[in-house]
């Protein structure tokens, strides 16, 4: 009986057990977010009057686009803070790839056992949690922090420098963070690189240089573009960085939604403001899917 | 060139390691400091850790973070080999763009998002017919569990799509039945995969604050959440402690596994 019933729903229960829970908790949350992101705000438990609702007068719907308005309408406020990830998660994109590039060239071309240990060493950082090691940064950082004491004790600064709350400590952040993700891929695309390729320019009297932007670069360019989306979409809307190192100038759209839903309680617009923080991780997204299928086939 | 490294490439290497590692080597060292003053060495101390003992606030969330990675690793990874299972199995079925899509989504989504559209999910349900009675450890388990399935689908997809299927075709044909199968066959060759994608998975939710803080409750804080409400407050050598204590553990954990993987591949 239970062997027959497991042949005959077995497949049927592989795909829908896993399809019934992320429509539950992923899908139907999303949609109830917009939702609310087009619901009025009001002062009351919860503090929203739903756009969509079934209630005892049958079904309705009354999507309000105040939320939206006021977002625009308070653009230094909330607009400010989209671009401003923008610009900090694509200019830590291109600090993380200048530190990771020769990090997994290193990796690629060392011997066995050494190439094994600094792997470790990439991947360590990446299974301890983000908040500690930001913690471990402020501890660097602060104006009485380890950096400053020591500069100051070797009579190099008479006072301490502004290194928290700055553009500088969130790349510092975003590059502890990030770095690892930013490695892997191109450590995979350095790693196959055929050694005969660079010996052969080299004896054709290629430069150092010359082998690196002719042969090196363009071969590994898919793990490049694969590391930038793998940095660029979480730097996007990360909260942790900008809320601990990041001063009222860092501020980006993961701080505004929670500030938005904890401390003003507006959860309509932190709705909002999420769906905006979707719609600009979308486009990267979708590229980074197509380019994940073309290296498939 | 062949192997040898430019010196400019290693010496950047060298700096992007250090950028990794000072940091948290500079707070292991300070939270050995006696001073109270986080940045004047007084001198050798073990206070700090001492202190942690004793500090009930912070060993319940600690319980607490240990009960609900646990519980939301396991269901993720039974979740996770499903979808694995599914992808790679079955060559199509209905549904299977969806699953792809929202299988992968969570992988992408920034964490506020995911857990301000959780939390509003279930105030409405809990408007609707009374479940969740409010939130708390099951509310942030359900959370944890559905990032980290996909996740765990991930890691345990590579390896099934990796493995011989030559194995599992001649036990079908000597007779054996599907789960029989899967069971003696498929499941010893994965498991490490497994393994691998639940101690994923329980780390994910061990360190997580941000959707953690959406969706828990009065009463149900992590451990990642104390630290946070510390952090804010300023530097102090307990924190330090914590985290080193924190940081080691899971150091541990990821070389023994790397020295276990290492192994099976010297065998091959």
């Known amino acids: ?297 | 060139m062949r192997r040898n490294v430019p010196f400019l490439v290693k010496l950047l290497a060298i700096i992007g390691f250090g950028i990794l590692y000072v940091p948290v080597i500079m707070m292991m060292i300070y939270s050995f400091n006696k001073s109270k003053l986080v940045s004047v060495w007084a001198g050798f101390s073990t206070k700090w850790y001492k202190e942690l003992w004793t500090d009930d606030i912070l060993i319940t969330a600690l319980y607490k973070s240990v009960l609900i990675g646990i519980s939301s690793a396991t269901i993720s990874t039974i979740f996770g080999l499903l979808i694995a299972i599914a992808f790679v199995r079955f060559a199509s079925f209905r549904g299977r763009l969806f699953l792809s899509l929202v299988a992968s989504a969570p992988l992408v989504m920034p964490e506020a998002v995911t857990g301000l559209s959780m939390l509003l999910l279930f105030i409405a349900m809990e408007a609707s017919f009374g479940w969740p009675s409010g939130r708390g450890i099951d509310t942030i388990m359900i959370a944890h569990a559905t990032f980290g399935m996909c996740f765990a689908a991930v890691v345990i997809q590579t390896r099934l799509r990796d493995m011989d299927k030559s194995l599992e075709e001649a036990a079908r044909d000597l007779g054996g039945r599907q789960p029989f199968v899967f069971l003696s066959i498929t499941f010893p060759l994965i498991l490490p995969s497994i393994i691998a994608a639940w101690l994923l998975s329980f780390t994910l939710s061990f360190d997580d604050l941000v959707i953690a803080s959406f969706v828990s409750g009065p009463g149900s804080s992590t451990l990642p959440i104390v630290i946070f409400s510390k952090i804010r407050l300023g530097v102090s050598p307990e924190i330090n402690a914590v985290a080193t204590l924190m940081i080691l553990s899971i150091s541990a954990f990821v070389i023994l596994g790397s020295l276990l993987v290492l192994r099976r591949d010297g065998k091959k």
């Open chain 1, 1 to 297: 009986m239970m062997r027959i019933f497991f042949q005959k729903y077995g497949f049927l229960l592989v795909i829908w057990l896993p399809v019934g829970w992320l429509s539950l908790f992923f899908m139907l949350p999303l949609i109830e977010m917009i939702n609310v992101s087009f619901s009025e705000a009001r002062r009351a438990v919860p503090p929203y009057n739903p756009a969509f609702q079934i209630g005892e007068k049958g079904i309705s719907f009354q999507p309000v686009f105040d939320n939206y308005l006021l977002i625009y309408d308070y653009w230094g406020d909330y607009l400010w803070p989209a671009v401003n990830s923008i610009r900090l998660a694509f200019f830590s994109t291109v600090w993380c790839l200048f530190f990771a590039y020769p990090m997994a060239w290193w990796i690629a071309r060392s011997k066995k056992p050494l190439q094994h240990i600094l792997l470790v060493l990439v991947l360590m950082p990446f299974w301890t949690s983000s908040l500690l090691r930001m913690y471990a940064l402020i501890g660097l950082l602060n104006p009485n922090g380890v950096i400053n004491d020591f500069l100051l004790w070797a009579g190099i600064i008479v006072t301490p420098i502004q290194m928290m709350q700055t553009d500088f400590s969130i790349y510092s952040g975003m590059l502890l963070t990030y770095l690892p993700l930013m490695i892997l891929p191109l450590y995979a695309s350095l790693v196959r690189l055929d050694n005969a390729l660079l010996e052969a320019a080299a004896d054709l009297g290629a430069k150092n240089w010359d082998i690196f932007r002719t042969i090196i670069l363009p071969l590994s360019l898919p793990g490049v573009i694969a590391g930038c989306l793998l940095v660029f979409i979480p730097a996007v809307g990360e909260f942790v960085i900008p809320a601990l190192l990041g001063g009222p100038e860092q501020l980006m759209l993961g701080k505004v939604i929670w500030t938005e839903f904890f401390r003003n309680r507006d959860w309509p617009v932190a709705a909002a403001i999420a769906i905006i923080l979707i719609a600009i991780i979308i486009l990267p997204v979708v590229y980074a899917r197509y380019q994940d299928k073309e290296g498939l086939s």
